[in-house]
């Protein structure tokens, strides 16, 4: 080959290289799994252009199988595989991000519960160590840290004997909730103790974009998903309300008395006028006023 094929060839290489990169490692697989499956249906309907009906038409079939998060999720791996393998830009396609918006109308996601602060403290401080020792150690470090199971899974300490799974850390939050005997056990999944410590976060006035940081979200929208509705949060404004409408209350009583004070003096000055208990000032008026009326 001559020299320029050859570094022709170099660059080619190198670019696919890069681009085989540019996906997740970790969940790759299932990128090239979503990729494929739309590839595949794009044959079946001698599909050539990846235009924004063709889009469309391939969610809306999905959408009659699959629930709002779960095209959004294969929404999310097609976009990504496009711009890499195709140089297509979905995201550009308005009446598509339109489309699976409405999808979603009226869709609730589940979402796991969380534990309160003095359930977690109930816990911690009557529960016997004996038996529970590992739920509480990865209840404090899941909470502390806002924790994925994953994360907990992974963690490295050099004298631990006993390594623990994914299954067992993932059980730890409905384990806690068993031993309090708080209702729908089930639904304290493995996303409880990150959700339970954004909450943490929020009830005790910490602002979004800290919690953000804290556990590892780029975007507020899920950042807010994690954040149960703070009951502290709200209470704190209902009283800032209360107190606010008590000080425009005590404000408007203030005004009212200092008029109704103004309008007293007004009528005792008058009364002394018309005894003729005349201060100069008020000669002064009278006459004047007499004056310009004659």
């Known amino acids: 080959c001559t020299m320029n094929n050859c570094k022709s060839e170099e660059i080619v290489e190198a670019a696919n290289i890069a681009i085989s990169n540019l996906l997740p490692t970790k969940s790759r697989s299932l990128y090239d799994i979503a990729y494929n499956r739309f590839k595949k249906w794009c044959a079946e309907k001698n599909v050539q252009v990846y235009s924004e009906n063709v889009l469309l038409a391939y969610f809306s079939e999905n959408a009659k199988n699959y629930k709002s998060s779960t095209l959004w999720a294969q929404y999310s791996t097609v976009k990504s595989c496009l711009i890499i393998y195709d140089n297509i830009d979905i995201s550009k396609f308005p009446k598509l991000i339109a489309f699976l918006k409405r999808t979603g109308d009226g869709y609730q996601a589940k979402k796991s519960k969380i534990l309160t602060k003095s359930e977690i403290d109930r816990f911690l401080s009557s529960a016997d160590d004996k038996e529970f020792l590992m739920i509480k150690v990865g209840l404090i470090l899941g909470i502390a840290g806002a924790c994925r199971t994953d994360e907990l899974v992974n963690l490295t ?138």
């Open 157 to 294: 300490v050099d004298d631990i004997e006993d390594p623990v799974g994914k299954n067992t850390m993932g059980k730890i939050p409905s384990v806690v909730a068993s031993y309090l005997k708080l209702p729908d056990v089930a639904c304290y999944t493995g996303h409880c103790l990150r959700r339970s410590s954004a909450t943490l976060l929020a009830d005790a006035g910490v602002d979004i974009t800290t919690i953000k940081r804290h556990a590892g979200w780029k975007s507020t929208t899920v950042a807010e998903g994690y954040v149960e509705n703070s009951i502290e949060n709200k209470t704190k404004i209902a009283n800032q309300v209360l107190v606010g409408r008590r000080a425009m209350r005590i404000s408007a009583t203030r005004k009212l008395g200092s008029a109704f004070i103004g309008n007293l003096s007004t009528v005792r000055a008058a009364e002394k006028v018309r005894r003729g208990h005349w201060s100069s000032n008020v000669r002064g008026i009278a006459f004047s006023s007499h004056r310009r009326n004659e």
